[in-house]
């Protein structure tokens, strides 16, 4: 059985590659190219299950849903965004999973509490 790889990159990563190619958009060689914006490994989905039910720190259902096309592995190639755009990830799938757990803690609490999300 074959392990599914999926590329999981934190959303300041993305972020902070948006902005590096706007802030160099008016350079001729940029126009019309294509930046694979990732972390360039590959996590199994099993990895990641575990991965969630360690950070939350306790038993927490895991179920990937189903979807139509079944690909083995979809790890983004950034090889070009690290050399053209100086791209390079800075957040590790474990502390990223950590911080948006940590922001949904705080999020459904001070829901819980009357003030909502702020």
Do not use: C, K
Not at 1 to 30: E, K, N, Q
Not at 40 to 53: Q, S
Not at 63 to 84: K, M, P, S, Y
Not at 94 to 100: F, I, T, V, W
């Amino acid at each position: 059985m074959a392990r599914h790889l999926r590329d999981f990159v934190y959303v300041t990563d993305v972020a902070a590659a948006i902005a590096g190619t706007v802030a160099r958009l008016r350079d001729p060689a940029l126009a019309g190219r294509v930046f694979n914006i990732g972390t360039g490994v590959g996590t199994p989905f099993d990895d990641l299950a575990h991965l969630v039910r360690e950070r939350a720190g306790r038993a927490v259902p895991v179920r990937l849903a189903e979807t139509g096309e079944r690909r083995e592995e979809v790890v983004a190639t950034i090889d070009r965004a690290r050399r053209e755009l100086g791209y390079a990830p800075t957040v590790a799938l474990a502390d990223g999973l950590g911080r948006y757990l940590d922001w949904l803690r705080a999020t459904l609490a001070a829901e819980r509490s009357g003030q909502g999300a702020r």
